[in-house]
């Protein structure tokens, strides 16, 4: 009899929400606002009612993507969040500094037609339609803890597909260490770009990197949708990035260009404010960011606190990738934050 151990990520069925629930106004309600989030103070109430129903509507709207579960990537300690709160609490730094009001801000956006350059010390450079980019890539649902620097977590449902998948189609070269992502660059459309709401001097377009072995790693991928259908606006469309051991804001959204280059590549944060948001920012809750502690976390939308998982709990993934340059490096190039 074959007798099978849960890994740490797994989530059994029973905690997966059905997607009807997702659907029942009043819980809806209650969730962005009316209930536990409203008195944890994580969401605020601006417009609720009238926000809301467009933003379900918009929702109902999205295409379906009919991608198989990988069964391998679970949460077994936490459910799902809602998709309704996933909607309306999320970071897209372009639009907004704050959290609620990102899909209003968004709504002028436009996620297709959508190109991605993909180039640099490569053997294969080309520029892909999104479309087609998602027809030529192996497409599987995967749920993922979600761990934010700013010590708030999800577990969430994205579907994409791997980035060595990609790299195995564009042949990175040897002398490529790291992977480069760009989002878009559009001030008319995205206001912090064009320093109208207080972004004057900040590194626009937003840019990320990861090591080659990082990209490479079974756990990276691209997300081209999340709860079973194509990315809203607000969580990156048309295509992210998910590196679910990292902080979020190495999640890159909205990538338009993917280059591979041999030195480390500034990227927004850690150019803007490098004492706090270093290049690699793995979630640690041994190494506090210099104003607040990792060491727990906030579960949305209940506000439960919880303590936080070393790699945010994949370090069976990827802890294998650190150890050489933990022995060599200070614990501050470690930060994490």
Request: a positive charge; charged letters at 25%; aromatic letters at 12%.
């Amino acid at each position: 009899m074959l007798i099978r151990s849960p890994k740490s990520w797994e989530l059994p069925e029973r905690a997966v929400t059905p997607e009807a629930a997702f659907w029942n106004r009043r819980a809806v309600i209650k969730a962005l606002g009316l209930g536990a989030i409203g008195s944890a103070g994580l969401l605020y109430g601006r417009g609720l009612l009238a926000q809301d129903e467009r933003m379900l509507k918009d929702l109902a709207s999205l295409d379906k993507l009919n991608a198989r579960r990988n069964e391998a990537y679970r949460v077994t300690d936490r459910s799902l969040t809602e998709e309704a709160v996933a909607a309306r609490y999320n970071n897209f730094y372009e639009f907004s500094r704050d959290k609620d009001d990102i899909f209003e801000h968004a709504l002028e956006f436009k996620s297709r037609p959508w190109t991605v350059e993909v180039g640099g010390l490569c053997d294969k450079p080309r520029t892909y339609d999104i479309d087609e980019l998602i027809k030529r890539m192996p497409i599987e649902e995967r749920i993922y803890r979600f761990r934010c620097v700013e010590a708030w977590s999800m577990v969430v449902p994205w579907t994409g597909f791997p980035v060595k998948a990609l790299l195995h189609e564009v042949q990175p070269r040897s002398s490529a260490k790291f992977m480069k992502m760009t989002t878009f660059m559009n001030p008319q459309v995205a206001r912090r770009q064009g320093g109208t709401a207080g972004g004057y001097g900040e590194p626009w377009p937003y840019t990320e990197g990861l090591t080659m072995a990082e990209a490479a790693n079974e756990l990276s991928m691209f997300a081209v949708g999340i709860y079973g259908h194509v990315l809203p606006r607000q969580h990156g469309a048309p295509i992210r990035l998910v590196v679910p051991w990292k902080y979020g804001f190495k999640n890159i959204k909205s990538v338009v260009k993917i280059e591979f280059v041999e030195k480390q590549p500034a990227t927004f944060w850690n150019t803007l404010v490098p004492s706090e948001y270093g290049f690699e920012s793995n979630v640690n809750p041994r190494v506090p960011h210099p104003r607040w502690s990792q060491a727990f976390e906030r579960i949305i939308p209940s506000g439960k606190r919880v303590p936080t998982l070393m790699y945010n709990g994949y370090g069976e993934q990827v802890s294998q990738m650190y150890l050489a340059q933990a022995e060599k490096l200070p614990a501050a190039v470690y930060r994490g934050s």
